[in-house]
T-cell receptor, first 108, second 114 residues
Framework: GQQVMQIPQYQHVQEGEDFTTYCNSSTTLSNIQWYKQRPGGHPVFLIQLVKSGEVKKQKRLTFQFGEAKKNSSLHITATQTTDVGTYFCAGYGNKLVFGAGTILRVKS | DGGITQSPKYLFRKEGQNVTLSCEQNLNHDAMYWYRQDPGQGLRLIYYSQIVNDFQKGDIAEGYSVSREKKESFPLTVTSAQKNPTAFYLC?????????????FGPGTRLTVL
């Protein structure tokens, strides 16, 4: 069945360093969505990518969708303490499947 | 104030008891979902409903039951048949059940079996 793998599972960075999380699907996707869950909170939708090779930016966050529409990445430039949380990708093949998430911790 | 509400926020249950988790939305969304979140495992789909009076099993439906009698409400019952029910339960909704419909999550219910 459709699987979505996300790495790394956990990353601890110094404030100001960059951070990247990667998402890989076992099947070609119609779209990929990214969500953020703050500690103790619930997932909140960040963005959706639909087109092959698409790149979208939200301030310090850059999202990419691979050419083959099977992988994606989220890159945060110059992390801040407000970036802490778990970042999930969710890929839509024949249904929406969530990755396990990457937990980001930021040391100030 | 539109959104999804879940109650209660924390729930304790004794082994062998059934318990029902509430989920209500006033977003006028057709589709609703229940997920279970365990540490390090992301979100796993329990049940989903595309429309009123219809629901489908997700990946881990065993030991759970749902109903969808009203568009706004999608309660989840955790039965005594669920072997390891302690988890964080998240309800979500989307406009429809389609490829580009993003999901809006409620605040979650943390269930602990004593």
């Amino acid at each position: 069945g459709q699987q979505v793998m996300q790495i790394p599972q956990y990353q601890h960075v110094q404030e100001g360093e960059d951070f990247t999380t990667y998402c890989n699907s076992s099947t070609t996707l119609s779209n990929i969505q990214w969500y953020k869950q703050r500690p103790g909170g619930h997932p909140v939708f960040l963005i959706q990518l639909v087109k092959s090779g698409e790149v979208k930016k939200q301030k310090r966050l850059t999202f990419q969708f691979g050419e083959a529409k099977k992988n994606s990445s989220l890159h945060i430039t110059a992390t801040q303490t407000t970036d802490v949380g778990t970042y999930f990708c969710a890929g839509y093949g024949n249904k929406l499947v969530f990755g396990a998430g990457t937990i980001l911790r930021v040391k100030s | 104030d539109g959104g999804i509400t879940q109650s209660p926020k924390y729930l304790f249950r004794k082994e062998g008891q059934n318990v029902t988790l509430s989920c209500e939305q006033n977003l006028n969304h057709d589709a609703m979902y229940w997920y279970r979140q365990d540490p390090g495992q992301g979100l796993r789909l329990i049940y989903y409903s595309q429309i009123v009076n219809d629901f489908q099993k997700g990946d881990i439906a065993e030991g759970y039951s749902v109903s969808r009698e009203k568009k706004e409400s999608f309660p989840l019952t955790v039965t005594s048949a669920q072997k390891n029910p302690t988890a964080f339960y998240l309800c979500a909704s989307s406009i429809g059940y389609g490829t580009e419909d993003t999901q809006y999550f409620g605040p979650g219910t943390r269930l602990t079996v004593l």
